[in-house]
């Protein structure tokens, strides 16, 4: 159920938040709301998990922190869609309707990682990075959903392979 309020409550204030919150708050806010998502089932999910990625990259300050975030993120996002699936979907017709008509869906993401925000605000990234590789539906949803179904979500080690593209290594 506290997932469900905080949902509600980054939904109303998302770009009020982003420009108040802490790097790597902002990162598990975004965490929760894309777990919520996913077990609701939105079509729109894939498209926030790039901008969500392009975020956390985008406005990472060093290294150390981006992998921090990364964990922070993939740990919300996991605690979010179990506590959806323990309550058993309760009310995922309404967080699906806030969640695809989030203001972020405004955003405008382009080639080197600089994101224009809907309230005109440029992020641009420490070092220029492909956006196109931040995200690519490989079969992400399904993998996620049966990790977290299972509950087996663990993230045991996150490296940042250059200076320009995260990634994370998962061991099940």
Known sequence: MRFLILFLALLISINQANAQM???EEVKALGAISG????????????????????????????ILQNKAIYAYSEEKANAY?????????????????????????????????????DGQILTPRIPYDAKR??????????AQTIY????????????????IANTNRHN
Do not use: H, W
């Open 36 to 63: 919520q998502g996913l077990a609701c089932g939105s079509t729109k999910y894939d498209d926030f998990e790039l901008l969500a990625r392009a975020i956390l990259l985008t406005k990472s300050p060093s290294d």
């Open 22 to 24: 802490p790097y790597i």
């Open 82 to 118: 179990m506590s959806k699936e323990l309550d058993g979907f309760y009310g995922c017709s309404e967080i699906i309707r806030r969640f695809d008509n989030q203001e972020i869906f405004k955003a405008t993401l382009y080639a080197d990682g600089t994101i224009k925000m809907p």
């Open 149 to 164: 179904g299972s509950k087996k979500a663990q993230i045991l080690q996150v490296n940042v392979v250059d200076e320009n």
């Open 134 to 143: 931040i995200y690519k539906d490989f079969g992400d949803r399904e993998a």
